[in-house]
T-cell receptor, first 115, second 115 residues
């Protein structure tokens, strides 16, 4: 199993509060991703990183920011949480492969509830 | 744009039944195709993949063939077990020059296998 951990695993917070989720990897993979999983939507990409300090937006980036100051850590921040951000958040990692297919390895997920 | 459509669930089968979960895609360029599986309470795991037309991915008794002419990547298993109960996600990835390794997921199909 790829060495990916997420913290916290569960969090309940109130509307308007800031929240930071952490993804930590021990695989030295270049790419890291944050997804949210919601019923009827599958997984949707929030932000991704292609190197230290290099990040870009995914399809549902509004209301989220990310930072990557070290290869192993990728942080997702909700500056002011809203109820619509209640979801399960998954981190994933991958590396550049010569064959160009893009297997991603997923963390265990963080269940966030915004009241 | 790029998208994945998979059959809605839940799919309920008896043990040893034949399984098909349909997946079709729309993509520019030449996508790689994947099936991921999510067991209850866990993150996603790669089940199988195919990187070019007519490739067959297989793993744990599951198979899927990359059909470019029908833009499909249907998942099949000849005899399901209770332990196969999970959510199955079809996904694609298309690289444009510099690899971003981004995945686009379908909405997922819940499979429930009854003893």
């Amino acid at each position: 199993d790829a060495g990916i951990t997420q913290s916290p695993r569960h969090k309940v917070t109130e509307t308007g509060t800031p929240v930071t989720l952490r993804c930590h990897q021990t695989e030295n993979h270049r790419y890291m991703y944050w997804y949210r999983q919601d019923p009827g939507h599958g997984l949707r990409l929030i932000h991704y990183s292609y190197g230290v300090k290099d990040t870009d937006k995914g399809e549902v980036s509004d209301g989220y920011s990310v930072s990557r100051s070290k290869t192993e850590d990728f942080l997702l921040t909700l500056e002011s949480a809203t109820s619509s951000q209640t979801s399960v958040y998954f981190c994933a990692i991958s590396n550049i492969l010569a064959s160009s297919y893009n297997e991603q390895f997923f963390g265990p997920g963080t269940r966030l509830t915004v009241l | 744009g790029n998208s994945v459509t998979q059959m809605e669930g839940p799919v309920t089968l008896s043990e040893e039944a034949f399984l098909t979960i349909n997946c079709t895609y729309t993509a520019t360029g030449y996508p790689s195709l994947f099936w991921y599986v999510q067991y209850p309470g866990e993150g996603l795991q790669l089940l199988l993949k195919a990187t070019k037309a007519d490739d067959k991915g297989s793993n744990k008794g599951f198979e899927a063939t990359y059909r470019k002419e029908t833009t499909s990547f249907h998942l099949e298993k000849g005899s399901v077990q209770v332990s196969d109960s999970a959510v199955y996600f079809c996904a694609l990835s298309v690289n444009y020059g510099g690899a971003t390794n981004k995945l686009i997921f379908g909405t997922g199909t819940l499979l429930a296998v009854q003893p």
